[in-house]
Structure formats: structure tokens, C-alpha cells
């Protein structure tokens, strides 16, 4: 049974869904449940007081593991048959810098792309019922819940700021 | 540029994944048959043996090598395009990033399968990896050449989650202009991708990490292709100017083949208002520079073999000049550094026929300096007795057309199955130029 309702007011313009978002920050009336943008706005970050993303320390760990990973295969293939080749030593650090790199790199990727999906909460096939597939184009869409018996008025806030409105129903409201 | 809106741009591009018409397959279908030409070519060669091919003692890199290092340079002006100019915020790369990363991942893989088919006996190529096999040998990492196997398949993972990453806001914009299977398929590609702000957030941070770890990878890809020359002793590629110049070398061959895709992609698919003659101009500007970085580096080779007074250096570069493959010596000297300075008249640089016929000659001239590189070397070293020569067989020519086959193909049906400008970076463009036009 849908206790909460969940209203996305859909906006033409960047400023529009800035200042919508300002409004319904300043009233503390309706939360904001997330806001959707076709680009990476910074107007609406700002808005929204996004903090910076926490994907950059999957990166680090992900590029330490790499660069230690990349060196101990070198070192361990080369003591798992000890043969010198051209008079170089076995353990022999500065080749093995450049696997150490490479591997580097590979696993701070492997590390990023973790640190995305993870904090991103993704991939996420279902419970795309609160999205409205024009934000993916050129629209910005404030998702704000309200209870049901304040609709019209979140409707009416919506409008009032230049957007187009969208109603869904919700009992299990994901706020921010 | 400034008339252009969020829609208009979502519209011209997805217009371009609508079914395509016969020509398109048609096209398709003689690419394919180029495909199985030059898989039937190895096939030949792994049921009679690698002594098919042309390449022999001394010269036992033929043009699958040639071909090797002409497909990974072809790869890199993708990642320069997509990290390099990202990093620099040049905002002329976003209407040609997401061809110039497709490019690269596509360059890549046919690349690839050169050290493959130039092994001979390609099901042991297992020995490469460090793994333990029943050999109880591992592979020698001070090998230059696993150094290569490293680096060719980290750029190739790294290339492709980068370009797919890239994909994702794009791949939601599609799915929600989508209908039935397509769309289904276009749910699952974008990982259900909303354009919520949290993933903005975390969204715009790690592809500024991707820009910045693939901008030291792409160096170190073919720094790490030029020592598998350079760390050999045969006179021509012991250098140490061999890292920076292949790098050079290689974003030079990468900028032409963008330039080769790009101006039949922005006819066919009207793409006229988003590569601009502006974003033409900018690459042919880019190929100047890297032209005479290139046109410095040959200069410079040529200056230490005299300057060293080493009898056989000189005699490798004298017959570099002169010998029985001056002429593919000539061809690169021209179309690699002399055509491009034509470049310096704005007339020509912004002609789309002077365009499109100068990055094909610096195709050309590039796929002979890696022929001048690797043949001229080992044909001609030490000692007079061992000199050599090498025509490539039917064989290593049907692989070679086949090779190039495989990658139009592979991008044709790029072209008409996902988007092939990136809708979001050119939407930004448009923001950031406050042309926004609602």
C-alpha cells in the first residue's frame, strides 16, 4: 500500500530544475529524493551539495594491489626457474618495472570501474518506476516525496516552477 | 554550432541507428567475405606451416609484425583524443572522441591477432602467460616481448572499459528511445543508467581517473612496442630515440585514420553541425605537429648513424637510403612528413577532398615506416654474408587485407548499432559554450 507519493517535476531548462531544487531545499517541506540530468550539471551539484565521490579510493587500492601484484609475478616466474639469460640477474628490477607499471594501471582501471558501480549502486535493471525517460534526453528531472495527501500541492510547486509533473506512488521511499 | 539543442543532437544521432538500408549490407557482407578471405590465408598457413609466409632468415619479421605495430599506432589516437585532450579540456575532441575511442578498441584487437598469426603454431600461445603449464616454465618477464603482452593487453582492457564507461549515459539515452527487444537489450547495455546525481558524482570523478591512468598507459604501450627494436642490438633499432618516436609516430598514423573514418561517417550520417570544419582543421593542425616530431626523429636517426662513425650504422641507414627498400624509405619521408606540411595553407586544411586524400598518404607512409623499420634492419645488418631480402607471399597479403576488412567491419557495424557521437560530451559542448538552445 503506497504510504508516500513520489512527484518528479520535469524541467526544460538547467535553472529551472536549480531553482526548484534550491526552493525545496530552503522549505525543508518535501526531501528530495535525487535529482536526473542528460549531462553532468554542476549548477544542480552545487544545488544539491553533492560531496566528492569516495570512487577514487578503489582506484588507489586497486592501482597498490596492481603495482604489487605486477612485480611479485615477475619476481615469482623468474625464481620458479632460475636461469640467467644473457648474464642479467634473476631478480632483475628495472624490466620487472615495467610489468610492475602495466599491471599498475590495469588493476587501478579494475579498481575505478569497481568503485563505480559499487558507490553508484549499479548495474540496476529493475525500479527504473521512478524515472522519467525524458531526463535521459534534454530534461531535468527533481524527484521530491510527499504524502499522498499533499499532491496537489507538490504539483503545484512543480508547475509554479516552469516544469512538467510526473506522480509516483511509493511505500518504500528512497531518500537522499 | 550555437542554433543547435539538446534535442536536435539526440535526434541526428539517433536517427543513425535506424535499420539501415541494402548498400549498408552490402557493404557489410563484401567486408565480411574480406574477413573470411584472410582467415582462410591462416587457416592455409596453420595447416602448411609458417614457412608459407615471405619471412625467413634473416628477415623472420615479415609484415605480420609490420601489421602489428601499424594497427597498435592506429589504436593511439583514440586514447590521446579521448584521455589526452579530456585532461587538456580541448572541447574540439568531443563530436570525434567517441569514433576515435571505437577506433582504438577495434585497432586493437586486429593487432592482437598478429603476434598470433606470426607465431606459426598458435595453439601454443599459452606459453606467454604466467601461468603453470606442464613446461614448469614461466614466461621470462625481461623478455621485451612479454613486456608487449602485458602492455597490448592491459591497453586493450583498459581501452575497452573505457570507451564502454564512456558509452553508458549514451546507451540510456537509447534505451529510452527504444521499443521491445531493442529496448530490453539497450536495459541491460546501460546498466541501468538514470542520470541520477549520485551517479553524476561518481560518474564524472572516475572518468577523469580512466583520462589520467590511460594517458601514462598510452605512452607506455608504445614506448614498450618500440624496445621490442630497441632493445635488440641490430643496427637501426638499437636507438634510444626509438620510445618517443614511435609514441609520436603512432598518434600521427592514429590522427590520419581518424581523419580516414570521420569525413565519410560526417557525410553519411550528416553530421556536418557536430564535425565541424573547426574539429577537421584541429586534427590536421595536431597531424602538422606530430608530422614534424616524426620528420625530426627520421633526421635525427640518420644524424647519429654519421655522426657515430660506426661503419655498420652507417652502412644500415646509407642503405636505408639507397639500398633495395629506398623506396619504401622515400614514400614515408614524403607522405609522413613532407604532405602533411601542405597542412600550413588554411585552403587545404580545410578542403574536404585535400583532407581526406592526405590522411590516407599518411596511412601509407606510416604502414612503410614500420616496413622500413623492420625489414631494412634485419636484411641488412653485420655481416655482408647474412644480407637478405623479403617479398611478402599471397598468403601474408590475404591476412593483411583481411586484417584491414576485419576492422571496417567491425566499425561499420559500430556505426549503425550504437552511437557513434557522444551524445552527452557533445550536449556538454553546447552548455559549457552557453549556446544553449532550448
Redesign the interface.
Known amino acids: 500500500m503506497a504510504t508516500e507519493t513520489q512527484v518528479m517535476g520535469i524541467f526544460?531548462?538547467?535553472r529551472q530544475a536549480v531553482d526548484a531544487v534550491v526552493s525545496l531545499k530552503s522549505s525543508a517541506e518535501w526531501p528530495i529524493v535525487?535529482?536526473?540530468?542528460?549531462?553532468?550539471?554542476h549548477a544542480?551539484?552545487e544545488a544539491?551539495q553533492?560531496?566528492?565521490?569516495k570512487?577514487?579510493w578503489y582506484?588507489l587500492v586497486g592501482g597498490i594491489i596492481g603495482f604489487f601484484a605486477?612485480f611479485l609475478?615477475?619476481i615469482?616466474?623468474?625464481t620458479?626457474?632460475s636461469?640467467i639469460?644473457s648474464g642479467?640477474p634473476i631478480v632483475?628490477l628495472v624490466?620487472?618495472v615495467?610489468?610492475g607499471?602495466?599491471?599498475t594501471?590495469?588493476f587501478?582501471?579494475f579498481g575505478?570501474?569497481i568503485?563505480?558501480?559499487h558507490?553508484?549502486?549499479?548495474?540496476?535493471?529493475?525500479?527504473?518506476e521512478t524515472?522519467d525517460?525524458?531526463?535521459?534526453?534534454?530534461h531535468f528531472g527533481v524527484l521530491a516525496s510527499c504524502a499522498p495527501n499533499d499532491l496537489e500541492r507538490l504539483t503545484t510547486f512543480f508547475r509554479e516552477k516552469g516544469g512538467d509533473v510526473q506522480a509516483f506512488a511509493s511505500s518504500n521511499p528512497e531518500t537522499e | 554550432m550555437s542554433q543547435l539543442?539538446?534535442?536536435e543532437i539526440?535526434r541526428t544521432v539517433l536517427d543513425t541507428l535506424r535499420p539501415p538500408g541494402r548498400s549498408y549490407w552490402m557493404v557489410v557482407g563484401v567486408l565480411f567475405l574480406g574477413v573470411l578471405m584472410g582467415a582462410a590465408c591462416w587457416a592455409y598457413q596453420i595447416a602448411r606451416g609458417i614457412g608459407v609466409g615471405g619471412q625467413n632468415i634473416p628477415v623472420a619479421w615479415g609484415i605480420y609484425l609490420v601489421n602489428f605495430v601499424f594497427w597498435v599506432g592506429i589504436a593511439h589516437s583514440g586514447t590521446l583524443i579521448s584521455a589526452i585532450l579530456h585532461l587538456m579540456r580541448a572541447g574540439w575532441r568531443n563530436p570525434i572522441a567517441r569514433a576515435a575511442e571505437t577506433m582504438t578498441v577495434f585497432a586493437v584487437c586486429v593487432a592482437g591477432l598478429f603476434p598470433f598469426i606470426h607465431l606459426g603454431r598458435v595453439w601454443l600461445v599459452y606459453y606467454m602467460l604466467?601461468i603453470p603449464t606442464q613446461r614448469?616454465?614461466?614466461?621470462?618477464?625481461?623478455s621485451p616481448l612479454?613486456?608487449d603482452v602485458?602492455?597490448i593487453s592491459?591497453y586493450l582492457?583498459?581501452s575497452a572499459?573505457?570507451w564502454y564507461?564512456g558509452m553508458l549515459?549514451d546507451l540510456?539515452?537509447v534505451?529510452?528511445?527504444a521499443e521491445g527487444v531493442r529496448k530490453r537489450v539497450f536495459?541491460?547495455l546501460s546498466?541501468?543508467?538514470?542520470?541520477?546525481?549520485?551517479?553524476?558524482?561518481?560518474?564524472?570523478?572516475?572518468y577523469l581517473?580512466?583520462a589520467a591512468?590511460a594517458t601514462?598507459?598510452v605512452i607506455?604501450v608504445h614506448s614498450?612496442v618500440s624496445w621490442d627494436f630497441a632493445l635488440g642490438v641490430v643496427p637501426g633499432w638499437h636507438t634510444t630515440i626509438f620510445a618517443p618516436y614511435f609514441v609520436a609516430g603512432a598518434i600521427h598514423s592514429g590522427l590520419a585514420m581518424v581523419l580516414t573514418l570521420m569525413i565519410p561517417l560526417r557525410k553519411i550520417f550528416h553530421y556536418e553541425r557536430f564535425i565541424s570544419m573547426h574539429v577537421l582543421e584541429s586534427v590536421a593542425k595536431t597531424i602538422i605537429f606530430t608530422g614534424l616530431i616524426v620528420g625530426f626523429a627520421y633526421g635525427t636517426e640518420l644524424f647519429i648513424a654519421w655522426y657515430s662513425r660506426n661503419p655498420v650504422e652507417m652502412e644500415a641507414f646509407r642503405w636505408r637510403l639507397q639500398g633495395h627498400y629506398a623506396y619504401g624509405f622515400w614514400i614515408m619521408v614524403v607522405c609522413n612528413v613532407l604532405v602533411p606540411i601542405l597542412f600550413f595553407f588554411k585552403r587545404i586544411r580545410t578542403s574536404i577532398p585535400w583532407l581526406f586524400g592526405i590522411s590516407i598518404l599518411v596511412n601509407i607512409g606510416m604502414w612503410y615506416e614500420r616496413f622500413v623499420i623492420i625489414i631494412s634492419a634485419v636484411g641488412h645488418d653485420f655481416l655482408p654474408n647474412a644480407w637478405g631480402f623479403y617479398s611478402p607471399s599471397w598468403v601474408e597479403l590475404g591476412v593483411m587485407v583481411g586484417s584491414f576488412c576485419l576492422f571496417f567491419f567491425f566499425f561499420m557495424l559500430f556505426c549503425k548499432h550504437l552511437p557513434s557521437v557522444s551524445?552527452?560530451e557533445m550536449?556538454?559542448t553546447l552548455?559549457q559554450g552557453e549556446s544553449?538552445g532550448?
Open positions: 526544460g531548462e538547467e535525487r535529482v536526473h540530468s542528460p549531462i553532468p550539471s544542480l551539484a544539491m553533492v560531496r566528492k565521490s570512487a577514487g582506484t605486477g609475478l615477475a615469482y616466474s623468474s620458479s626457474w636461469l639469460v642479467k632483475a624490466p620487472f615495467i610489468v607499471f602495466e599491471f594501471i590495469l587501478a582501471i575505478n570501474l568503485g563505480f558501480l558507490q553508484s549502486r549499479l548495474p540496476r535493471l529493475q525500479n527504473l524515472y525517460p525524458r531526463c535521459s534526453g534534454e | 539543442t539538446f534535442a539526440d604466467p614448469t616454465l614461466w614466461p621470462n618477464f625481461q612479454l613486456f602485458v602492455a592491459t582492457t583498459v572499459l573505457f564507461t549515459p540510456a539515452r534505451r529510452d528511445d536495459t541491460v546498466l541501468g543508467w538514470t542520470g541520477a546525481h549520485e551517479q553524476w558524482r561518481h560518474y564524472t570523478r572516475i581517473f580512466f591512468l601514462p598507459l607506455s614498450v551524445m552527452t550536449k556538454e552548455v544553449h532550448h
